[in-house]
T-cell receptor, first 108, second 114 residues
Framework: GQNIDQPTEMTATEGAIVQINCTYQ??????LFWYQQHAGEAPTFLSY????GLEEKGRFSSFLSRSKGYSYLLLKELQMKDSASYLC?????????FGKGNQVVVIP | GAGVSQSPSNKVTEKGKDVELRCDPI?????LYWYRQSLGQGLEFLIY????????KSGLPSDRFSAERTGGSVSTLTIQRTQQEDSAVYLC????????????FGEGSWLTVV
């Protein structure tokens, strides 16, 4: 089975940096994904990690440690439009299992 | 369009009625997923199709739920004798293949059972 754990909510100031953590337990592993979901919209793909280490993509970076079952998403230079839910998803046994998501609220 | 297409986008139905939700995946994508998301909750896996393999139905919450995928493309999720707790957004996603490929979501079908 799969178990994915994320904190539920955090507030951060525009221009700041925020780190969103995700821990997981899974019987199979084909990679870990981060998705962004604005209220009332479908999730959109942000990043994918399958090997240990940091993947950087513009203002967003994602880190993976397979031995620790741990990932984080780093959001830099926060903008108001980054207010959304950030979903961690693990691909195990050929299906994606999602965590409940972390709601990030960006304030001026 | 180039994305995953779902219909209807919104559906209000009376308790006890059957509903069908349709998903048209991205052309050439062999893997297709259905998820359900209740208000303020995470995504709940329902069912997964990969090519001609038997689908993974392990996430379907009850025997009132079923899904088909015809010709390896379009999929239909059917909910029989709907209940109020079935109210949610039903999200379809597709990917080029199984295992480690990014999945792309449709806009969802918002179901309200009254």
């Amino acid at each position: 089975g799969q178990n994915i754990d994320q904190p539920t909510e955090m507030t951060a100031t525009e221009g700041a940096i925020v780190q969103i953590n995700c821990t997981y337990q899974t019987s199979g592993f084909n990679g870990l994904f981060w998705y962004q979901q604005h209220a009332g919209e479908a999730p959109t793909f942000l990043s994918y990690n399958v090997l240990d280490g940091l993947e950087e993509k513009g203002r967003f970076s994602s880190f993976l440690s397979r031995s620790k079952g741990y990932s984080y998403l780093l959001l830099k230079e926060l903008q108001m439009k980054d207010s959304a839910s950030y979903l961690c998803a693990v691909d195990g046994n050929n299906r994606l299992a999602f965590g409940k998501g972390n709601q990030v609220v960006v304030i001026p | 369009g180039a994305g995953v297409s779902q219909s209807p986008s919104n559906k209000v139905t009376e308790k006890g009625k059957d509903v069908e939700l349709r998903c048209d995946p991205i052309s050439g994508h062999t893997a297709l997923y259905w998820y359900r998301q209740s208000l303020g909750q995470g995504l709940e896996f329902l069912i997964y199709f990969q090519g001609n393999s038997a689908p993974d139905k392990s996430g379907l919450p009850s025997d009132r739920f079923s899904a088909e995928r015809t010709g390896g493309s379009v999929s239909t999720l059917t909910i029989q004798r709907t209940q109020q707790e079935d109210s949610a957004v039903y999200l379809c996603a597709s990917s080029p293949a199984a295992g480690g490929n990014t999945i792309y979501f449709g806009e969802g079908s918002w179901l309200t059972v009254v």
